[in-house]
């Protein structure tokens, strides 16, 4: 099958196409195979291609073959799915060790790190979400905020905030977008009730603090900002990363939880099914072949577009 690979840690020309042997179900009792149709390109792709994650990956090293999105059909039967299901969700590769990612032509899997994907949700739009959705739906939950509680989100513009603010705001929370300026318009259709644009610090704090005088009940932080803007969180209240490359250290009782995006096949059913009626958006900023990988690191390093970048398979 067709792969591309980290042939070494460094920039986008170490992705390389190759070939390897399909995988085997029979080397992996209760995995199930899925021809790839879609992968998407996350952040954390080309920060582990680039070697600033190396010391996370352990005994891992190049060649291994990236990606964590995926979107397909189910080769073999899995419990609830049949083969020929249309199904999408995201291999926890680095965690598994296995150096075996998505950018490839197909899959082995354990099923309860997939979803069935409905007829309105194309493979492009399916790949852009498993990751970004749970991360944003799994931070939610770490922050168990109660409804109504006023919760900022930064980021808002980029993958994991859109979904942060339209999953807040559908959870009855009053949601202050840290954004773009350009996206204003598209964020409150999203359902945040004020934007704030992106800046310094201090504006932000002074732009937050105009929607919520008496400050804010959560932060997720998807741009990572991290401790300057502990000072817009109420005594008390959570602060979420949406990573743990940048830990706030806690103050005020604010309580510091990190959120690791899991798989979690039943919540990813609940988000496709939203995206398939409409109301979970999703934003793909560029399809292109999986032979173009390295073109679609290029892209996303350069912000090229706002949203997920696609490699079609």
Known sequence: MRVVEVTAYGGPEVLC?????????????????????AAGVNQADLKIRSGRFAALLGEL???????????????????????????????P??????????????????????????DEVDFTAA??????????????????????????????SGVVGRFAVQLAAR??????????????????LLGAHGVVPRGAPEDVITGVLGFAPERVDGVFDAALISDP????????????????ERMPVAE????V????????????????????AGALATRVADVLPLESAAEAHRRAEAGHRPGRIVLMI
């Open 17 to 37: 196409s190759a070939r390897r042997p399909e995988p085997d179900p029979a080397d992996a009792p209760g995995r199930v195979r899925v021809r790839l149709k």
């Open 229 to 244: 803007l502990l000072p817009a969180v109420k005594d008390g209240g959570v602060f979420v990363p949406a990573s743990g």
């Open 93 to 118: 590769w680095v965690r598994e060790g296995t150096g075996q990612g998505t950018y490839a032509e197909l899959v082995l899997v354990d099923p309860g790190w997939l979803a069935p994907v409905p």
């Open 257 to 276: 939880e990190m959120v690791v995006g899991r798989p979690d096949a039943a919540r990813l059913k609940e988000l496709l099914e939203l995206a398939g």
């Open 61 to 91: 090293a190049p060649p291994f073959v990236l990606g964590y999105d995926f979107a397909g059909t189910l080769l073999d039967p899995a419990p609830g799915l049949p083969v020929g299901t249309r199904v999408a969700g995201f291999i």
């Open 171 to 188: 959870a009855g929370h009053r949601v202050i977008a840290l954004g773009d300026a350009d996206d204003a318009n598209e964020l409150r």
């Open 127 to 156: 790949a852009s979400l498993p990751l970004s959705a749970l991360t944003a739906a799994q931070a939610l939950d770490l922050m168990a905020l109660p409804e109504g509680s006023t919760l900022l989100v930064t980021g808002a």
């Open 252 to 255: 005020r009782d604010v309580r």
